[in-house]
């Protein structure tokens, strides 16, 4: 997945300005930044939902220039799933749609309903499931359409802490299971350096760009009381903060008496 010099608009809002990133096949890229810098639109612009006005996107060297089973996108919630449908329905619903045949319908339900640990309970309905498993439903069925990338925006921000902890260890099982390039939003630093290979800072918006690119040179499973992964998380904190900084100024907050929360400090 390539972006050069990509521009994005709404209107006359200039979101998101000369993006060019160069994230390898089979990599695992997390982009952070500051909240409303542009983050979810780069993302939907790379899934083929939102048009570029500058630049261009490809995967593998072909133009992205709309939706496509290719690039699977993992929503924040999962309400994207359909109640209707049983879990394997969900999962099938994809490859269905792409022709394929019951029995491999059946198969890939199957295999991917097992990379996220759910086979059993593949005959239940999306409402009888807890929200982490509902978002591993969600990521089978993207992985389903065996997508050249995925795309996820903030997969497990409305998942609790224990079970966003779980989801997080599973993730990197799946995705180096799948093999699959993934380009992964969150707001959370932690999660960022647990799961990436390179880290994309975005700068405050409007007309955000790619501020600096970190690489996680830290062996798998990750360990967070690594020196290497406390240095980077300061690093990381100290450029994050200081576009969250610019954002509130922009916003007319004022930063420089006390009323700077920990957050943002
Ligand atoms: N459909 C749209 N029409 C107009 N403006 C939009 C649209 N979508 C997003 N924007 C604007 O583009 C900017 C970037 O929004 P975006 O949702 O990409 O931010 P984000 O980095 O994902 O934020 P968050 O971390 O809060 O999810 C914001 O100023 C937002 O108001
Ligand atoms: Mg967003």
């Known amino acids: 997945m390539?972006?050069?010099g990509v521009g994005i608009r709404f209107g006359s809002f200039e979101a998101v300005r000369d993006i060019s990133l160069d994230i390898a096949a089979?990599?695992?890229?997390?982009?952070?930044?500051?909240?409303?810098?542009?983050k979810s639109t780069l993302l939907s612009a790379m899934a083929g939902f939102v048009p570029v006005a500058a630049g261009g996107l490809t995967v593998d060297g072909a133009p992205i220039s709309g939706p496509d089973p290719d690039l699977g996108m993992v929503f924040q919630s999962s309400e994207a799933l359909f109640d209707w449908m049983t879990v394997r329905q969900n999962v099938a619903f994809g490859p269905r749609m792409r022709g394929r045949s019951r029995a491999e319908r059946a198969e890939l339900a199957d295999t991917y309903l097992g990379l996220v640990g759910l086979r059993h309970c593949a005959d239940r309905f999306p409402g009888q499931l807890s929200g982490g498993?509902?978002?591993?439903v969600q990521i089978a069925r993207v992985l389903a359409?065996?997508?050249?990338?995925?795309?996820?925006d903030e997969p497990f921000g409305a998942l609790d802490a224990q079970t966003r902890q779980v989801m997080q260890d599973e993730m990197g099982r799946i995705w180096r299971a799948s093999g699959c390039t993934v380009v992964f939003v969150t707001h959370d630093i932690d999660e960022a350096i647990l799961l990436a290979d390179r880290i994309a800072v975005m700068t405050a918006g409007p007309a955000a760009s790619v501020k600096d690119v970190y690489p996680v040179e830290l062996p798998r499973p990750r360990d967070e009381t690594d020196p290497a992964a406390v240095e980077l998380r300061r690093a990381l904190r100290e450029d994050i903060g200081e576009e969250v900084r610019k954002a509130l100024r922009d916003q007319g907050l004022d930063l420089d008496g006390d009323a700077m929360t920990e957050e943002t400090r």
């Not at 089979?26 to 542009?38: A, R």
């Not at 498993?133 to 591993?136: C, E, F, G, N």
């Not at 359409?145 to 996820?152: A, G, K, Q, T």
């Open 145 to 152: 359409n065996e997508p050249r990338v995925v795309l996820m």
């Open 133 to 136: 498993m509902r978002q591993r």
């Open 2 to 4: 390539s972006a050069t």
């Open 26 to 38: 089979g990599e695992f890229l997390c982009l952070l930044g500051p909240s409303g810098c542009g």
